[in-house]
């Protein structure tokens, strides 16, 4: 996989290698892949974070590579039971509970940031626009997941909490909030390069964006009553949370 400033390839089956795309030596502490093992050298192990076996080299990641890839295109391929979503739920939370230890904003939560390994457990990962402290981050979250804000400021451990919580409605759910603002393309729209219709679907999803995002400042949120781990889902959205540990407490209280 290749994107502005990385290339992203499987080595050996085994490790997932991220490269500059430029050949130079990576000086701009904004570089995604700098970024990224700079965040992994803060990071400790931890069994919510998936593994970096390249710690401490600043030219390129290497983390381990999870057969089962990434959570979102797991739950499409196979249906969890109540018990291991109930688990993924936790440990969800427990990744950012991990991070935010260190002063990680991880800044683009979404299901497809965990990993599953072969017992099922999930691990975060994909650290390229984190923000870690005295350095802002490099983006921010997709408007299904972003707290309204000054995205001109810095990222915060509240804005990684509003994003967990349409994360773990992603995990209930299956969809992320508002989906049906963003209906699904027909494969010939959503493949064509024609430029017209490429513009027309990008206005489409603005238009998509743009409407969830005053949904959320208007402080309107998708129906979370009759669903799992709504009550938490619902205090993430709305601000009742000043730590992911709360998160934590808040569902391990309420669900164990």
């Known amino acids: 996989m290749i994107d502005i400033f990385v290339k992203v390839y499987l080595v050996n089956g085994v490790t997932i290698r991220k490269i500059p795309l430029s050949l130079g030596p990576i000086d701009d502490e904004a570089h995604p892949v ?17 593994r970096c076996i390249s710690r401490g080299r600043m030219d390129l990641v290497e983390a381990e590579h999870y057969p089962n890839g990434h959570l979102l295109e797991f739950s499409q391929r ?22 935010h230890q260190y ?22 990962g ?15 979250e997709q408007a299904t997941h972003c707290l309204p804000r000054d995205t001109e400021e810095p990222n915060t451990m509240m804005s990684d909490i509003f994003a967990l919580g349409s994360t773990l ?10 989906a049906e603002l963003y209906p699904v393309e027909p494969k010939e729209i959503a493949q064509s390069h ?3 219709i490429v513009r027309a679907r990008l ?19 998708p129906a979370v009553t009759q669903i799992y781990g709504g009550d938490i889902i619902l205090a993430c959205w709305r601000g009742k949370f000043s730590s992911a540990k709360e ?10």
Not at 42 to 49: A, G, K, V
Not at 85 to 97: C, G, L, N, P, T
Not at 207 to 218: C, L, P
């Open 247 to 256: 998160v934590l407490q808040a569902y391990e209280s309420a669900y164990h």
């Open 169 to 178: 409605f992603e995990l209930v759910t299956g969809k992320v909030p508002f």
């Open 203 to 221: 206005q489409r999803k603005d238009d998509a964006d743009r409407e969830v995002g005053r949904r959320f400042q208007k402080r309107v949120f």
């Open 103 to 124: 002063g990680v904003i991880h800044s683009d939560l979404v299901l497809r940031q965990f990993f599953v390994d072969d017992g099922l457990n999930l691990h975060l």
């Open 194 to 196: 024609d430029p017209a």
């Open 34 to 50: 700098l970024r990224e093992a700079i965040i992994y050298r803060i990071l400790e192990d931890h069994p919510r974070i998936a």
């Open 126 to 140: 994909d650290f390229t626009a984190s923000q870690y402290p005295g350095h802002p981050a490099l983006g921010y």
């Open 78 to 99: 196979y249906k969890a039971s109540a018990e291991l979503q109930s688990r993924w739920f936790q440990q969800i939370i427990e990744a950012v509970v991990a991070i």
